[in-house]
């Protein structure tokens, strides 16, 4: 998602979740936490399985409504770290 762009590196983007054809797996938020309510119930909305917040992001409301509908969360952790520290442990190729 992203607002301001229709296309990054080959990549379509869009204006919102809502606007993202089919389902959404992970929604991955690098924004202020003040900005991460609204985005957490377009992921509600949207039907998604994941909310990740990056390094230094962290909501607790957020949280609690995205579990309370089902959503697994994840907060403060960076996707990239947490992906290299599977791999050194053998658990992705």
């Known amino acids: 998602m992203n607002p301001t762009a229709t296309?990054?590196?080959?990549?379509?983007?869009?204006?919102?979740?809502?606007?993202?054809?089919?389902?959404?797996?992970?929604?991955?938020?690098?924004r202020r936490p003040e900005d991460v309510p609204p985005i957490v119930e377009e992921a509600i909305q949207k039907g998604a399985r994941v909310v990740w917040m990056q390094?230094?992001?962290?909501?607790?409301?957020?949280?609690?409504s995205a579990k309370a509908h089902g959503l697994d969360m994840v907060m403060d952790r960076c996707t990239k770290v947490e992906h290299e520290a599977l791999k050194h442990q053998g658990k992705l190729p």
């Open 55 to 64: 390094l230094g992001i962290v909501h607790e409301d957020a949280e609690k």
């Open 7 to 30: 296309e990054i590196l080959g990549e379509t983007c869009y204006p919102s979740l809502s606007a993202v054809p089919g389902p959404v797996d992970i929604v991955d938020i690098f």
